[in-house]
């Protein structure tokens, strides 16, 4: 109820500035984009220092899709345990973003890679002694590998 009274706060204040009602349209519509919305995978920048979960990171549907199709079955396995977080890093055009179990960060890890330069999304699954990576293009991401062998 809040939200439509601010939108018709917001939308009477332009009527009464001459705007016309195509006018606030369009910002109505440029105001509700947000993080993770965006149609490519552009937003992950504005993310770096921040944590997962802070940003509803899962709740990007640009991501999530890609992550779906990439991961499969394993997707809704990295959501429901991933609970330990670091704060994402943008390094040399890669974002990487990792968490692990609760009360088992050295057995039970992952990591989700994008290069924006490629344009690929790389993840990786640790469960036990068993490591799992994952790239859309067939490559292996260095900073998966890097995830691979010093975790």
């Keep these: 109820m809040k939200k439509f009274a601010l939108s018709a706060a917001v939308t009477m204040s332009f009527f009464a500035l001459g705007l016309s009602h195509q006018s ?6 440029k105001q509700q984009i947000t993080v993770g ?52 890093e943008i390094k040399n ?10 009360h088992n960060c050295g057995a039970t890890n992952f990591i ?5 330069t490629k344009n690929n999304l790389s993840a990786g699954i640790r469960e036990g002694d068993k490591v799992n990576t ?7 991401s260095p900073r998966v590998l890097q995830w691979v062998n010093n975790y």
């Design 24 to 29: 606030v349209a369009k910002v109505s519509v």
């Design 37 to 88: 919305d965006e149609p490519s995978m552009a937003f992950l920048r504005k993310l770096h220092g921040k944590y997962p979960f802070d940003v509803k990171l899962f709740n990007s549907q640009s991501l999530t899709t890609r992550l779906k199709k990439l991961l499969g079955n394993r997707y809704q396995f990295m959501v429901s345990t991933w609970a330990v977080e670091v704060p994402i």
């Design 93 to 102: 055009n890669i974002f990487a973003a990792s968490g692990c179990e609760q």
């Design 112 to 116: 989700i890679v994008y290069d924006f």
């Design 134 to 140: 994952y790239s859309e293009d067939g490559s292996n």
